[in-house]
């Protein structure tokens, strides 16, 4: 399918995953940030520099969409749900609020079931998914970017059967003021970029030290 | 030349253009003095002694990502549509104000909202709140600050009336898959289960 970086290898469901899902693209632009300057671009940028990172780190990386091209939900869950992956981040951006903004599916931990039901079958993973969200939160609380850690009810986060959090970048705050334009900065994306990789780095070593 | 009798055929239509003039011009007078007359037909305003009562707000703030309960005084009206209406409205009304944590554009409101039982349980109520059209462009577009707002309404609305369990949302009396490209429209939340309050 167009749109679709690449197709899902046979994993073997103990080698470490990550998927990454930049939303939006295509027609789906997303939010507004500025006058020039789109969700959808921010993500796409976003996901394509952490995907350099987290491979240099020997990481194994599925993107859902490499270009401006807009898969639907169903398919972005699918791809994930079909690679087994250790951990799943869906990227967003967004013109509100300030720092970085870590949200877990809001369905109530469940155990998990060999076939889930599709609208819930996040609830399996609730619990990995807040340990995860748990281990951004302390990478990136170092580097002095504000964090808000919550709940949400996004699609298709409730659709995947992995650790899966929301990572939304909001922009810089200086003192009380933000302006939507720093999401762009280079610096600042790094700065963030470099803190999930670290945070994924502790949860690999973590994952394997699971049974 | 034109023969008398064609001059007389002309002065008689013209006599007449004029009386049916004047006949018309009476008859809208008689029509509109008939409209004034009939009870005024658009809803009135809230009236001026609509008792004061006392609500709650859970306000919600973009940069902490959290929301915290503010005591409000206000007059709504005492049926129960009408006043969850209103109370809606007043709060998001406060998100326009400046220097507000949540700033949305004045143009959102709600149009109606319409309390229902719940299914197999006559004690609790589902709640349909329907966004006016201008809502989903007025509302910032992001994770943090649509989750925020159905957040706020949905407490917001259990506070006050503690018999709501469940709520729906709909934007212009249509089903719409998200708020502003982000947060969920197509559920039924359960304002029990609803997701926590978001800490900093």
Not at chain 1, 7 to 29: C, E, K, M, T
Not at chain 1, 77 to 96: D, V, Y
Not at chain 2, 8 to 24: D, E, K, P
Not at chain 2, 72 to 96: C, F, G, M, V, Y
Request: a negative charge.
């Amino acid at each position: 399918m167009r749109g679709i970086a690449q197709q899902p290898p046979a994993q073997p469901a103990h080698q470490f995953v990550i998927v990454l899902d930049p939303a939006h693209g295509g027609s789906d632009s997303g939010a507004k940030i500025s006058p020039a300057l789109e969700e959808k671009s921010i993500t796409l940028e976003m996901a394509t520099h952490l995907r350099t990172l987290l491979q240099a780190r020997g990481f194994s990386v599925i993107m859902t969409r490499t270009g401006d091209t807009d898969p639907d939900l169903t398919t972005r869950a699918g791809l994930a749900n079909h690679a087994q992956a250790a951990a799943c981040l869906i990227l967003h951006a967004t013109a509100s609020g300030a720092g970085v903004h870590l949200f877990t599916s809001s369905l109530a931990p469940a155990p998990r079931t060999a076939v889930p039901a599709w609208a819930t079958a996040q609830a399996g993973y609730v619990n990995a998914s807040i340990r995860l969200s748990s281990d951004l939160d302390a990478a990136l609380t170092p580097t002095g970017i504000p964090v808000v850690v919550g709940r949400t009810f996004l699609q298709p986060l409730d659709n995947l059967t992995c650790p899966a959090v929301a990572v939304e970048l909001a922009p810089m705050q200086s003192g009380s003021i933000t302006r939507g334009e720093t999401l762009d900065d280079p610096h600042y994306q790094t700065q963030v970029l470099t803190a999930i990789t670290a945070a994924l780095m502790q949860w690999r070593q973590d994952w394997s030290s699971q049974p | 030349m034109i023969t008398r009798l064609q001059q007389f055929l002309f002065a008689l239509l013209l006599v007449g253009c004029v009386a049916l003039a004047a006949i018309l011009i009476r008859m809208r007078q008689q029509a509109q003095d008939r409209l004034a007359a009939l009870p005024q037909p658009t809803p009135l305003a809230q009236p001026d002694n609509a008792p004061e009562v006392s609500v709650i707000w859970m306000m919600p703030n973009d940069m902490t990502g959290a929301l915290t309960s503010e005591q409000k005084t206000l007059a709504l009206p005492s049926d129960p549509s009408e006043r969850a209406r209103d109370l809606l409205n007043q709060l998001i009304a406060s998100w326009s104000a400046p220097g507000s944590q949540h700033p949305v554009d004045a143009k959102a409101g709600v149009e109606s909202v319409f309390l229902l039982p719940v299914p197999g349980d006559a004690s609790h109520q589902l709640a349909v709140i329907n966004f006016n059209a201008a809502f989903p462009p007025a509302q910032p577009s992001g994770i943090e600050p649509e989750t925020l707002t159905l957040l706020s309404i949905i407490q917001t609305l259990h506070a006050d009336f503690p018999s709501i369990e469940q709520v729906r949302f709909l934007v212009d009396g249509h089903a719409q898959p998200t708020l502003a490209g982000h947060a969920d429209l197509t559920r039924t939340y359960q304002v029990e289960n609803a997701a926590p309050q978001p800490t900093s």
